[in-house]
């Protein structure tokens, strides 16, 4: 005869997102694509090393996929929008939501980076750091109104037909419910979510029903990986792209072009960046190992710099921690449901189509 489990449950406190997260969702029943691949980041890592020393601020692997992913979003604007009232609607601007762990896994909230692919991934890394800044501070009017204030409150039995009321006005009507301390468009039109500081090296997220975003990515931790290309063996430093999307709005075909534009951009943001930067275009990275980074001494940094949030791969720990970023690519760990169209390749093309 087996043996009969004897433990018991103990009921867990609900509080902050979590208490959130009981009303958010049902069990599943729509639709949803997920996929991961490899990438390699040298040239990535060669960048932020450049933009940290001309600028002061180092853009962390989660930011620059938040990059590639808008970037690739406004050549495919057909993943770049919401469901309401049973169709898809396109926003003509990429709105990305940067999620940030608050206090060491205490709660979870974010930061929504207007218009992406229309900045660089300094002033989104800007952006990113003044906002996160006043998350920890208690200075976010939104967070401590809604999420952490009146929400925080109401039991979850409650939270659930109340969310999807908001979450009606919000997108349908477009009445934003700002006597709760909310502001429009919450969630942007796509989430990046960076995993690697908890030393993940692939993992899926769920998609948010108030939300409304069809695509939701990760970035995992950077590992060195022996790469072999052209009969030689060589160490690269690797990282894993994941993503969730929503097969409703998006399918094998667009997802193929997303993930085709965000390997580019990954695998040499120099293309996409540095006319605006005002940098110069390095040649190839030879393989190898990586350079060392410059010395705090030897990088120009502002007044802030004491106070900046821990935003990337690899980089010091904080009490608050930007997560933000994944994107995926093709690979042989290709995105589900036909992402291995062909298509095109790397770097920027000017009218390229997207249908």
Not at 72 to 98: R, S
Not at 189 to 212: C, H, K, Q
Not at 237 to 255: Q, V
Not at 295 to 310: F, G, I, M, R, Y
Request: proline share 8%.
């Amino acid at each position: 005869m087996s043996e009969v489990p004897q433990g018991k449950y103990t009921r867990s406190p609900e509080r902050g997102f979590r208490k959130l997260a009981m009303a958010f969702w049902r069990a599943p029943t729509d639709g949803t694509i997920y996929g991961h691949l490899r990438l390699r980041v040298r040239r990535a890592i060669q960048f932020q090393d450049e933009v940290e020393a001309k600028f002061g601020i180092r853009p962390s692997l989660g930011m620059l996929i938040g990059r590639g992913v808008a970037v690739a979003l406004t050549e495919t604007p057909e993943g770049n929008g919401k469901i309401m009232w049973g169709q898809a609607y396109l926003k003509d601007t990429v709105d990305v939501y940067y999620q940030v762990d608050l206090g060491d896994g205490a709660d979870l909230s974010g930061v929504v980076v207007p218009d992406v692919g229309r900045k660089t991934v300094v002033e989104v890394a800007e952006i990113l750091r003044g906002r996160a800044k006043k998350l920890k501070k208690g200075d976010d009017v939104q967070y401590e109104k809604t999420q952490k204030g009146c929400l925080s409150r109401i039991p979850s039995w409650v939270l659930r037909p109340l969310l999807g009321f908001l979450t009606f006005f919000e997108y349908n009507l477009g009445l934003t419910p700002s006597f709760l301390g909310a502001q429009p468009e919450p969630f942007g039109t796509v989430m990046v979510t960076n995993v690697s500081m908890f030393g993940i090296d692939v993992a899926y997220a769920p998609l948010i029903p108030v939300a409304r975003v069809p695509f939701i990515a990760l970035v995992g931790r950077v590992e060195d990986e022996v790469i072999v290309e052209d009969g030689q063996m060589h160490v690269e430093p690797c990282m894993n792209g994941s993503a969730t999307f929503d097969h409703r709005l998006l399918d094998g075909n667009k997802i193929g072009r997303i993930v085709r534009r965000v390997k580019a951009y990954m695998e040499d943001p120099y293309p996409y960046e540095a006319e605006a930067l005002g940098l110069e275009i390095p040649p190839p990275t030879p393989p190898g190992p990586l350079p060392a980074r410059a010395s705090a001494a030897e990088s120009p940094k502002d007044d802030s710099s004491e106070e900046e949030v821990q935003s990337g791969v690899g980089e010091a720990e904080s009490s608050v921690e930007v997560q933000d970023g994944v994107s995926p690519s093709e690979s042989a760990d290709e995105v589900q449901d036909g992402v291995g169209d062909e298509g095109d390749s790397d770097g920027p093309k000017g009218g390229e189509e997207s249908a």
